[in-house]
């Protein structure tokens, strides 16, 4: 039986979005952060409510296209060789094309008050989570399949 290894490759970044999750969600609690990853992604929609549910679904599909990104073009230009620092440096790349978004379009509008410092400091080392976890479903799933 064939897979389709684009359709794998989708599924593992959107997975891969749930540690990110989890670890956000464990800064938020300790009062590090002020929004999970799901929340945050839910603001692209709603604004200024933040809903864990809605971002999960938008996160997950953001998850499912980077990691097609890697897939289709990272790996094959340039091969499976150091595969967990290139899928790092896509999630930091993705990160800081979405947070410039983010921040244009809900934050410089001042329809959600400026978040802390802190947030974003959470938000850019989960990314390193996200990047790791799917760097190790890619090989695990994806490099001999």
């Not at 938000?123 to 890619?138: D, E, N």
Request: charged share 15%.
């Amino acid at each position: 039986m064939t897979i389709n290894k684009s359709m794998v490759a989708c599924l593992i970044g959107a997975l891969s979005t749930i540690p990110y999750e989890i670890l956000t969600r464990m800064l938020k609690l300790l009062g590090y952060a002020k929004y999970s990853v799901y929340e945050l992604s839910s603001l692209m929609i709603t604004i200024n409510r933040p809903d864990a549910i809605l971002g999960s679904f938008l996160s997950m599909i953001l998850g499912a296209s980077i990691a097609i990104i890697l897939y289709r073009t990272i790996i094959g230009w340039l091969g499976w060789d150091n595969l967990i620092f290139k899928s790092v440096f896509i999630g930091l790349q993705s990160w800081l094309l979405l947070e410039g978004l983010f921040m244009w379009l809900i934050e410089g509008r001042n329809f959600i008050p400026l978040r802390p410092i802190s947030d974003y400091y959470s938000q850019f080392f989960s990314v390193f989570v996200f990047g790791i976890t799917m760097g190790l479903l890619f090989r695990k799933y994806l490099k001999n399949a």
